[in-house]
């Protein structure tokens, strides 16, 4: 299964396809699906697959025996998007928001300035946020877009006639 699983989470469009999925890939083994699933979530987003990716993480909540440090270790070689909430998230459920803003922040230290500096950075940026906002974009319903968006027409109050 795993060796198709790239070309299954390059084809997820929306979160029907998602949900497909996580329903497919829930019973595989999910320490080897840390394992494939990671370096995915941290790779430059040229496409869908980071965040789908991401998403897989959190909703699979998948367990990993690998360090905080570790982790931030790919997150600061790898290109991982500091706007992507979702990572920061996941390490916080993993290891407590004190424990990676500590690590980020050793980690950080000890970097000379530029983009891994600024990567390692921005994880302890985020895990300093509340943690339900790190994943809104995980639960924005399509009912609150209609009611924020054009999609959702407000009733126009009658004007009264002009004496």
């Not at 084809?11 to 494939?36: G, N, T």
Request: a negative charge; charged letters at 30%.
């Amino acid at each position: 299964m795993l060796d198709n699983l790239k070309d299954k989470i390059d084809q997820v469009m929306d979160s029907e396809e998602l949900i497909k999925l996580l329903l497919e890939i829930q019973y595989l083994d999910r320490a080897q699906l840390f394992e494939f699933i990671w370096p995915l979530a941290v790779s430059e987003p040229v496409d869908g697959t980071p965040l789908t990716a991401n998403h897989l993480l959190v909703k699979l909540d998948l367990p990993t025996e690998r360090s905080c440090e570790d982790l931030l270790s790919d997150v600061r070689d790898r290109y991982w998007n500091v706007s992507n909430k979702i990572i920061p998230f996941y390490l916080v459920c993993r290891f407590g928001k004190k424990h990676v803003i500590e690590c980020a922040e050793e980690m950080a230290s000890h970097l000379p300035e530029g983009n891994p500096k600024t990567r390692v950075s921005t994880v302890a940026y985020w895990a300093k946020m509340p943690a339900e906002s790190l994943i809104e974009g995980m639960h924005y319903y399509e009912w609150e877009e209609a009611i924020e968006g054009d999609q959702y027409e407000r009733p126009v109050k009658p004007q009264s006639p002009k004496d």
